[in-house]
């Protein structure tokens, strides 16, 4: 099993809609959570840090549920320029004693194509 | 303006050459990180430095070798062991390592043929 996985896609929503994405981790040890968006060929970029009780940002709305070990990324009235991948990103505490901090583990990607 | 740089944006080689992939970073940042990206896959980890003078291997270190003899840099080369080189490369930075958010560099294209 993936230590995060989400659904490639594409999601193809008209101009105006609502779309959700969900995002499943493994490790429930997981301590932070992220969601970025990559535009085609371009870098990641963080799009929002994704807390416990939940956080909106405009019209992006980020939901954590630990016991189901899920996250979600919630866009309303869906823009033009929402087109693109959006990874969902956990941190993993390291072992104890290794002498390393955590790291950040990605998702492939949610890829939303938005139409006019 | 503070942020991530990475050079050169596309870099085209022939199979047996190492090449040096640049990453530099005006954030202050302690950590430091080098990915692959192959299409339709995630990020995959290749190295990673918490402080100067100092890195771990990543999920997929083989072929590859860093060094960070300066915060502000960490440099990736990808050696004529590493068997499929061409792929996208992201190098990221965070205030410190772990838990913390990253931020990208633009990535550079390599090419090998």
């Known amino acids: 099993r993936k230590e995060v996985e989400q659904d490639p896609g594409p999601f193809n929503v008209p101009e105006g809609a609502t779309v959700a994405f969900n995002c499943t981790y493994s490790?429930?040890?997981?301590?932070?959570f992220f969601w970025y968006r990559q535009d085609c060929r371009k870098e990641p970029k963080l799009l929002m840090s994704v807390y416990s009780s939940g956080n909106e940002d405009g019209r992006f709305t980020a939901q954590l549920n630990r016991a189901s070990q899920y996250i979600s990324l919630l866009i309303r009235d869906s823009k033009l320029s929402d087109s693109a991948t959006y990874l969902c990103?956990?941190?993993?505490?390291?072992?104890?004693?290794?002498?390393?901090?955590?790291?950040?583990?990605f998702g492939q990607g949610t890829t939303l194509q938005v139409k006019p | 303006d503070g942020g991530i740089t990475q050079s050169p944006k596309y870099l085209f080689r022939k199979e047996g050459q190492n090449v040096t992939l640049s990453c530099e970073q005006n954030l202050n940042h302690d950590a430091m990180y080098w990915y692959r990206q192959d299409p339709g896959q995630g990020l995959r980890l290749i190295y990673y430095?918490?402080?100067?003078?100092?890195?771990q291997k990543g999920d997929i270190a083989e072929g590859y070798s860093v060094s960070r003899e300066k915060k502000e840099s960490f440099p990736l080369t990808v050696t004529s062991a590493q068997k499929n080189p061409t792929a996208f490369y992201l190098c990221?930075?965070?205030?410190?390592?772990?838990?913390?958010?990253?931020?990208f560099g633009p990535g550079t294209r390599l090419t090998v043929t």
């Open positions: 990221a930075s965070s205030l410190t390592g772990g838990y913390y958010e990253q931020y």
């Open positions: 430095s918490q402080i100067v003078n100092d890195f």
């Open positions: 490790n429930s040890a997981s301590q932070s």
């Open positions: 990103v956990v941190t993993l505490r390291a072992p104890i004693g290794s002498g390393n901090t955590g790291k950040l583990i």
